[in-house]
């Protein structure tokens, strides 16, 4: 199946309706975190990876039409440190 742009604009805009605040929130979250830990040579793209992971889950779960919470993104973090 292969969407035109306009209509990935579209579905894009369907499945964020109601919550752009939330997506844009774990967004910026996700920058200002991973931005500085790239800078640490071997924790820092560790830490790093597992944070992507999470914020990856939590676009996904929010383009599934699911509501996720902004903790999935650390949910990894936890379980790496267990």
Same mark, same amino acid.
């Given at each position: 199946?292969f969407?035109?742009?306009?209509?990935?604009?579209?579905?894009?805009?369907?499945?964020?309706?109601?919550?752009?605040?939330?997506?844009?929130?774990?967004?910026?979250?996700?920058?200002?975190?991973?931005?500085?830990?790239?800078?640490?040579?071997?924790?820092?793209?560790?830490?790093?990876? @597992?944070? @992507?992971?999470?914020? @990856?889950?939590?676009?996904?779960?929010?383009f599934?039409? #699911? @509501?996720? #919470?902004?903790?999935?993104?650390?949910r990894?973090?936890?379980?790496?440190?267990?």
């Amino acid at each position: 199946m292969f969407l035109n742009y306009a209509a990935l604009r579209r579905y894009a805009r369907e499945s964020l309706r109601g919550t752009w605040g939330s997506a844009a929130g774990v967004t910026l979250l996700f920058l200002i975190l991973v931005g500085p830990l790239s800078y640490i040579p071997f924790w820092g793209i560790f830490m790093s990876g @597992t944070i @992507t992971i999470g914020y @990856t889950l939590f676009i996904l779960k929010r383009f599934a039409a #699911n @509501t996720p #919470n902004w903790a999935i993104c650390f949910r990894n973090l936890k379980a790496a440190f267990i």
